[in-house]
């Protein structure tokens, strides 16, 4: 006798259900998606310890009748295709006719439905594929479909079940990507009778955002919109100041789908290159409308993934839309100052201790400011007016940048008062307050756009070493400068055999005059040869370009002269994206003086 034997309807649905039922958040986002297939206007959904003892799905649909309702819980049994040729346009969100019948196979089952034109609805019951005839029932039109005691015949699953505010929070994560798809639905959320979202109708997105992951996520939200070879492109996007620790909040949607898809990822991702920390992930809301044909969401069992005809295409539209709308945008970084304490006295120890440290600098700052507009200040203050010559010998950041860059600037810009702190920061006043500036991410910012420009340009400038400088090379670094001898080339290195594995440093770029040859080669040759770096030819270069600008860049600790100062704060002005470093760190901090008057509590006089 055989052993190869087939398996009968019920353990094919409990199978299934394997793959489509991960947790109760995953009976709700299926019920949730046939809501919506059955335009749905309004959909309640009530759970009970975390979805492990109830999930209810009430909605306002087309509902169903007796018939239908007896083939919804049949395996492969749907509304959504009729033939081979609907696979290829799919424009509903539950096509696979596999979720009912494997809930059904795991759980008590029970489904009421009443179509528009009934008297009467209709109610069926499954208690783990044992169905009970339908009977008639008393409901309003729509459906309500619930779920109890899920895997309570299967102890082996329902052992893997999380904590209840596990549950309870993945569940609210399928409800907001359903509410973000879908802000022309009235959506309310319950667990354990206890309301946690009302979402009326159209309510304005940014505040739909708000209402599901707080207004910390949705404040200063901008909002970005293409339309270009029949794809619609709308995003919100945050500024870098509010990127997060995870990619949490970035959130991708495809015709009212919730989707994950690796080159949209990396189109957000670029979009923010050189503008965020390292480590940080951009805040992202992002909704495409293409034609259906142009993707294939049956892909995965949970249909969270696609494959798109021309990823390519999808990949460099977000990106443009996005990157275009950040270099166009204000980055620079607001102070938050906290407000001053009122009473000492009335606090903790350890709170007054941080209090007065807060105090004192508040009071350094006022005394600051108050030596900085006096004339017999013992601060350096600067008056751009005298045009102050560098001392011999000194690096002349005017020189540098505008002898490599070929920038042309204002030869006599505005009178400006400004100073020089720690030999690190520059402060100079604004309309509306002051700014304070970080002097070496400024410059690197400065000289990587000129990087940039002049490598577009063709190659940089390099001048011929007096003395070549000669550095030992391992076979597997040999071979690293060999496929990157274009890269080098393009950076104005000129190399040279010496002897056996041993190379010269014949011509090095003018920019990184100030740059030990050498050492540049060093770093440069161990970020060839980092295999876990894995970057394409155009994202190493810029990972080169951000080194050299850093290297190239004044340093902090490194006293500049007047004319130096007037140099950088022009050129700030006259250079893109100066509100960060290459490297994604604020180069300018902001305050207002209406932040100052609060601290100083000069509000109301």
């Known amino acids: 006798m055989g052993i190869i034997r087939v398996l009968d309807d019920n353990m094919i649905n409990m199978i299934a259900a394997g793959e489509v039922i991960e947790r109760p958040a995953s009976i709700v986002k299926e019920l949730l998606e046939n809501s919506l297939d059955a335009k749905t206007k309004k959909v309640t959904v009530r759970v009970e310890d975390g ?63 009443r179509t528009a034109d009934s008297i009467q609805a209709n109610t069926l019951d499954i208690d783990c594929g044992q169905s009970q005839p339908i009977m008639p029932s008393s409901a309003d039109y729509g459906t309500t479909i619930t779920v109890r005691d899920l895997f309570y015949k299967l102890p082996a699953r329902r052992k893997f079940l999380k904590t209840t505010n596990t549950e309870i929070s993945h569940i609210t994560e399928q409800f907001t990507r359903i509410a973000l798809a879908h802000a022309d639905l009235d959506m309310t959320l319950i667990h354990n009778d206890r309301q946690i979202y009302r979402l009326p109708a159209n309510m304005p997105l940014k505040e739909r955002i708000e209402k599901l992951l707080g207004k910390n996520i949705s404040a200063d939200l901008i909002e970005v919109q293409q339309s270009e070879k029949n794809n619609d492109i709308t995003a919100l996007i945050a500024k870098p100041m509010h ?148 001392p011999l010998g000194h690096n002349n950041l005017s020189n540098t940048f505008n002898n490599s860059f070929g920038l042309q600037t204002e030869s006599s810009p505005p009178e400006t008062k400004c100073l020089q702190l720690h030999n690190s920061y520059i402060v100079t006043q604004t309309d509306d307050g002051f700014i304070v500036i970080d002097q070496h991410a400024l410059h690197e910012r400065i000289i990587y756009e000129g990087l940039c420009r002049k490598i577009n340009e063709g190659q940089l ?145």
Do not use: W
Request: one cysteine or more; a negative charge.
């Open 243 to 390: 990127a997060r620790s995870t990619t949490k909040f970035q959130y991708t949607f495809l015709n009212g789908r919730y989707i994950r898809d690796k080159f949209i990822s990396h189109a957000i991702k670029e979009a923010y290159r050189g503008l965020l920390e390292p480590n940080k992930h951009p805040v992202a809301f992002i909704f495409l409308k293409v034609p259906a044909d142009s993707y294939d969401v049956n892909v995965h069992p949970t249909k969270i993934e696609v494959r798109f005809e021309n990823a390519n295409l999808i990949h460099s539209q977000v990106l443009a839309v996005l990157r275009e709308k950040l270099l166009g945008m204000d980055l620079d970084v607001s102070a938050n100052i906290s407000p001053p304490a009122a009473h000492l006295a009335d606090s903790p120890p350890a709170e007054q201790s941080e209090q007065a440290r807060r105090q004192r600098i508040r009071e350094a700052m006022a005394g600051f400011f108050q030596k900085s507009t006096s004339a017999n200040s013992s601060q350096k203050h600067l008056n751009f007016s005298d045009h102050a010559k560098p």
């Open 51 to 113: 979805g492990k003892k109830l999930i209810s799905v009430t909605d306002d649909g087309i509902g169903m009748d007796q018939d239908d309702i007896q083939k919804a819980v049949l395996p492969h049994a749907t509304s959504k295709i009729k033939t081979s040729d609907d696979l290829i346009s799919i424009s509903t969100l539950g096509f696979r006719g596999e979720a009912l019948a494997s809930i059904a196979s795991v759980s008590k089952l029970s489904i009421t439905s």
């Open 461 to 605: 400038e390099s001048q011929r070493l007096l003395i070549p400088e000669t550095f030992e090379l391992t076979d597997i670094q040999t071979e690293a400068l060999k496929e990157n001898s274009g890269l080098i080339a393009k950076l104005g290195i000129e190399l040279e055999d010496f002897g056996p594995k041993t190379m010269a440093i014949q011509s090095f770029p003018t920019i990184l005059n100030k740059v030990n040859p050498l050492d540049f080669m060093t770093d440069l040759i161990d970020m060839l040869t980092e295999k876990d770096l894995g970057l394409d030819a155009e994202r190493l270069l810029h990972e080169v370009l951000d080194m050299a600008a850093c290297k190239a860049a004044i340093k902090a600790g490194q006293p500049l002269t007047d004319s130096e100062i007037e140099q950088l704060l022009t050129d700030k002005d006259a250079v893109e994206r100066t509100s960060r470093c290459p490297h994604g760190r604020p180069t300018t901090i902001k305050f207002s003086i209406n932040e100052l008057e609060k601290q100083f509590k000069r509000t109301g006089f």
